[in-house]
């Protein structure tokens, strides 16, 4: 099993910038997919971005250019960064992990884990 801890979320102000960051924790050899989804009041969680452990990416095409994803495969660990922020990236951001390899194990784990989110509110 992998536990996801968000961090990094907060007020900023229109225009602002911020840097989410999410590690999982567990005896993981390597996770496939490591991403990021977001939910804001009202509205169905969408997806933000994604990237895989060879560092392939993929963006909502309306993200593109402001949202950068990366991950750090010896720490287990992903970003997103956020430039000029909007006031409808207000949501709640949460991190999600698909297709992990444990330490001293073969079997392959397709489920998908999630944190528990961390909101980032975009406001004057």
């Known amino acids: 099993q992998v536990h996801l801890v968000e961090s990094g979320g907060g007020l900023v102000q229109p225009g602002g910038s911020l840097i989410l960051s999410c590690s999982a924790s567990?005896?993981?050899?390597?996770?496939?997919?490591m991403g990021w989804y977001r939910q804001a009041p009202g509205k169905e969680r969408e997806l933000v971005a994604t990237?895989?452990?060879?560092?392939?990416?993929n963006y909502a095409d309306s993200l593109k250019g402001r949202f950068t994803i990366s991950r750090d495969n010896a720490k287990n660990t992903v970003y997103l960064q956020m430039k000029n922020l909007k006031p409808e990236d207000t949501a709640v951001y949460y991190c999600n992990a698909h297709g992990v390899y444990y330490s001293g194990s073969y079997d392959y784990d397709r489920a998908d884990y999630w944190g528990q989110g961390t909101q980032v509110t975009v406001s004057s």
């Open positions: 567990g005896n993981i050899f390597s996770i496939n997919v």
């Open positions: 990237v895989t452990s060879g560092y392939i990416d």
